[in-house]
């Protein structure tokens, strides 16, 4: 069945760059929304936005000058990258498929802004 | 954005009890909401979608109801398997939102 897994470094210094990636295993990347939502203490469920795989993204406005999302349809993962990251930005980021109905999600990536 | 606004934060229920869980939305949002249920150290797994839609493989035991601004999720007869945190998620405007999740304990 479709697993997605996300992957990357756990521990990010303020100031830099998050960048996370999400595989797609046992099913392909297109034809489909694929989304990213963090959770946090402090601020719950985070919507972080969408993005279809021919590319089309829709950001949260609250992150939109800081967010980047990208599909590689050739190695079936995509990516999200937030910059100029900050200790507010501490906490499990999941990916999922969907747009709307996010029915399949990732085991979620605990991720800590520190120095 | 638009608030999602649940209660209660917290709630135990006996098993076989009836559980009921209230979202409020600040604005009209349709019935474009999805219920999801996550357990400790797991991500969320949509339950109920555009409000009263049962997921497939989801027990019947698991309701939804509302649109507008109230929506309401149910629980009848309630399981040991059934405990975690119940999250409102909107998704009617961008940013969609999540309520601050009501976290079920067994009695």
């Known amino acids: 069945q479709v697993q997605l897994q996300e992957s990357g470094p756990g521990l990010v210094k303020p100031s830099e760059t998050l960048s996370l990636s999400c595989t797609v295993s046992g099913g392909s990347i297109s034809g489909y929304y694929w989304s990213w939502i963090r959770q946090s203490p402090g601020r719950g469920l985070e919507w972080i936005g969408n993005?279809?795989?021919?590319?089309?993204?829709n950001y949260n406005p609250s992150l939109e000058s800081r967010v980047t999302m990208s599909v590689d349809t050739s190695k079936n993962h995509f990516s999200l990258k937030l910059n100029s990251v900050t200790d507010a930005d501490t906490a499990v980021y999941f990916c999922?498929?969907?747009?709307?109905?996010?029915?399949?999600w990732g085991q979620g990536l605990s991720v800590t802004v520190s120095s | 954005d638009i608030q999602m606004t649940q209660s209660p934060s917290s709630l135990s229920a006996s098993v076989g009890a009836r559980v009921t869980i209230t979202c409020q939305a600040s604005q009209a949002i349709s019935k474009n909401l999805n219920w999801y249920q996550q357990k400790p150290g797991k991500a969320p797994k949509v339950l109920i979608c555009d409000a009263i839609n049962l997921e497939t493989g989801v027990p019947s035991r698991f309701s939804g109801s509302g649109s507008g601004t109230h929506f309401t999720f149910t629980i009848n007869s309630l399981q040991p398997e059934d405990i975690g945190t119940y999250y409102c998620?909107?998704?009617?405007?961008?940013?969609?939102?999540f309520g601050q999740g009501t976290k079920l304990e067994i009695k």
């Open positions: 999922a498929r969907g747009q709307l109905w996010l029915r399949l």
């Open positions: 993005m279809y795989y021919s590319g089309s993204t």
């Open positions: 998620q909107q998704f009617d405007t961008v940013p969609y939102t």
